[in-house]
């Protein structure tokens, strides 16, 4: 019963993003409601999750045989999240979600170097999450190395070159000298995300049609929570420079396949997802969306506009155990 009223409610927020003709358009959305509802219901269910994290009543959905059967048939993760390997910042766990969840990036100090550019491209361009996400988290050993200039061995400078403009730009910003590392960590996720733009048209095609979102976000290693620090201050700039950039070399031999064309291909069920398809991935997710935490647990941090309808809707989504 609770399953159907979480379909209805879902079918309901849907209806309401179709017909609001008043509802804040973002630029280059192209009046796509159900892309919107998309994004919007996968930050909600990670905001959810971390929620649940942080204030210790996770739920683990997810994580049983029925679902990794379930998804062993095809992966439809609801995002895509570039992370760092730190052994304190396990995705899955932070977000409290299981199996075929999230489409999960991680490296040291959160780059988006040329593979994980390629794996971005694959989440978002092939796997058509969503939503994606740059998350830093605080007193990261890659960030702080650099910002402190210390001596770097092996391979270890390859991170460090890419994280080098981001402690640029926040030594610049403080005051303090305690205030580095909190800064260059910031900035460092800024980096990534413009790295990604500057660098994956197919991720700028996929922003323009409005069928991803990208938001930045720091991980506390000890609070558990994770603060949303919204879209890249200079998104769309940076999305037009990167087009006018490949307009100039057009008279080049076009090789765009992306990045993801040399990772393997993967059989996936949605290539050609039909015009109501989206919603019926979303309300398959928010079904399995365990029931909402009282909302004076939700995290701090401001999503610049990415806070939904759909949000405001959760507490209405009953999940399995609601029902007395
Ligand atoms: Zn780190």
Redesign the pocket.
């Known amino acids: 019963m609770n399953v159907s009223r979480n379909i209805v409610v879902v079918a309901i927020v849907a209806t309401i993003f179709a017909i609001n003709p008043s509802a804040p358009v973002q630029a280059g959305e192209k009046n796509d409601p159900s892309a919107r509802l998309l994004r919007d219901a996968s930050l909600m269910l990670l905001k959810e999750g971390n929620t649940r994290f942080s204030t210790g009543k996770p739920q683990h959905p997810n994580q049983d045989s029925e679902r990794r059967k379930e998804v062993a048939k095809g992966q439809e993760p609801f995002a895509t999240i570039l992370a760092?390997?730190?052994s304190r910042?396990p995705v899955e766990l932070i977000f409290d979600r299981g199996v075929g969840d999230v489409f999960v990036i991680r490296v040291?100090?959160?780059i988006a170097g040329l593979s994980e550019l390629a794996t971005v491209e694959y989440g978002v361009g092939h796997l058509n999450t969503p939503m994606l996400i740059v998350m830093?988290?605080t007193k990261?050993?890659?960030?702080t190395a650099v910002a402190k200039g210390a001596e770097l061995h092996g391979h270890l400078h390859a991170l460090a070159d890419k994280i080098k403009p981001a402690v640029e730009k926040a030594k610049a910003g403080i005051t303090e000298a305690d205030e580095l590392v909190p800064k260059a960590i910031q900035a460092n996720v800024w980096q990534a995300i413009e790295d990604i733009i500057k660098q994956s048209s197919v991720v700028r095609e996929k922003l323009a049609a409005g069928k991803v979102a990208i938001l930045g976000s720091v991980y506390d290693l000890e609070s558990g929570k994770v603060t949303w620090l919204g879209q890249h201050p200079a998104e769309d700039s940076l999305v037009a420079l990167a087009a006018q950039a490949e307009t100039d070399q057009s008279l080049k031999p076009k090789s765009d396949e992306g990045h993801a064309a040399q990772v393997a291909t993967e059989k996936h069920s949605d290539s050609q997802e039909p015009a109501a398809a989206p919603v019926k991935k979303v309300a398959t997710q928010v079904r399995q969306a365990p029931p909402k935490v009282p909302p004076a647990a939700e995290p701090h941090g401001d999503d610049h506009g990415h806070a939904p309808a759909p949000a405001k809707q959760a507490p209405k989504l009953a999940g399995p155990g609601d029902h007395h």
């Not at 990261?140 to 960030?143: I, Q, S």
């Open positions: 760092c390997s730190d910042d040291a100090g959160n830093g988290h990261c050993g890659a960030v």
